[in-house]
Structure formats: C-alpha cells, structure tokens
T-cell receptor, first 108, second 115 residues
C-alpha cells in the first residue's frame, strides 16, 4: 500500500499570492497515477489534477501539478477567495487507492 | 454526468444499510465505479470498486466480508450493502465514477453508527 504524506497540514496565504502544497509517497509511483482534489466544507471532493500534471475540466491554468518519483506538488498562483479549501493528493495506480491526510489552505 | 445518492442514516453497531447511487449522463455500464468514505473531520478513504460489467470487485481490507459493492446496469445504479457496522464506519460515503481517474463524485450519504 502506498502511503501519502502531505505537508504542511495547514498553510495560510494571502489572496493574490502563491501556495505550494506537497505530497510525498512512501515509495516511487507512476506519474500517471497521482491526482489532486479540492474539497470545500459540506461538499464532495472535486478532481483538479490527474496524471500528476493534467488539469481536469474546469481547472484554471493558475493551478498546476508537478513531480516525480516520490515527491509531488500542487501550485496555486494568484490565489482567489474560492481557492481556500482542503486539498488532497491521491495515488490511483491500483487498489487500495490511497489519499493523503490533506492540507488546509487558509486565508492569511 | 450526475450521480445521485440515496440511503444512509443512523444505525446501531452490528446493523446494516444499503446505499444507492443512480447515474445519468453517461453510458453507465462502460465505467467502473467506486465508493469512497470520509469520517467526520478526516481524510478520504477508498472502500470498494467494481468493474463496468460487475465481473470484478475490489475491497479495502477492513471492510472485506462486511461490505458488498454491486451494480444493476439496467437501472444505471450502483449499490453498497454495508453490514456488521462498527463505530469506525461512521462517515460520509461517496460514489465515484472511474474514467481512468476518480472523475465524478456523488453528493455523499451519511452513515452514523451509534448505540
């Protein structure tokens, strides 16, 4: 089972600035099988990025994903009020599909 | 794509429930589906998956023998039968369409396991 560790647990950033969220896997994973989700209170998760760096439909281009091996990053530039939420990384290369513990992006 | 969930509720430890997820807007039988749960204030946890033909199922180890994922392609509906429920099964359960990634999510169904 791939264990995903996200850091930091909470990050506070001002609107208009950039946030960088990290996700580390317990072993090297295929780039094709890493995703990022956004979740707002009371809502279902929403797919943002899949295959490490491919934006899902509706994901703005100021949100980008990168990484390789065991280290993956979600970067959100020019933060807007609707970006403040919890973000989860996921490995979906085979069951059990696993998620990180989440990073909460707070308004500074 | 729409995934409309129903079912859920409060149940005593050891009890059982059935969750449903009615799909629309896509050819349901062509897509594998999963259930993912989220305990209150916690992260996401994949629970079970089923292929489009329902020929193969996969489960999280902690739910094997207690949960059963199934589908009725004639009704465009996914099910999760949960039994022998424990307090740690409490949470919101989401159905998810698999399109080479976890692409579309239902609105969630809350299961509360409490005496």
């Amino acid at each position: 089972e791939i264990v995903l560790t996200q850091s930091p647990g909470t990050v506070s950033v001002s609107p208009g600035e950039r946030a960088i969220l990290s996700c580390r896997a317990s072993q090297s994973v295929d780039l094709s099988h890493v995703a990022w989700f956004q979740q707002k209170p009371g809502q279902a998760p929403r797919l943002l990025i899949y295959a490490t760096s491919t934006r899902a439909a509706g994901t703005p281009d100021r949100i980008s994903g990168s990484g390789s091996g065991t280290d993956f990053t979600l970067t959100i530039s020019r933060l807007e009020p609707e970006d403040f939420a919890v973000y989860y990384c996921q490995h979906y290369g085979g069951s059990p599909y696993t998620f990180g513990q989440g990073t909460k992006l707070d308004i500074k | 794509v729409q995934l409309l969930q129903s079912g859920g509720g409060m149940v005593q430890p050891g009890g059982s429930l059935r969750l449903s997820c009615e799909a629309s807007g896509f050819s349901f039988s062509n897509f594998a589906m999963s259930w993912v749960r989220q305990a209150p204030g916690k992260s996401l946890e994949w629970v079970a998956a089923i292929t489009g033909s329902a020929g193969t199922t996969y489960y999280l180890d902690s739910v094997k023998g207690r949960f059963n994922i199934s589908r009725d392609n004639s009704k465009n509906t996914l099910y999760l039968q949960v039994a022998s429920l424990r307090a740690e099964d409490t949470g919101t359960y989401y159905c998810v369409r698999w399109n080479q990634k976890f692409e579309n999510w239902g609105q969630g169904s809350l299961i509360t396991v409490s005496p």
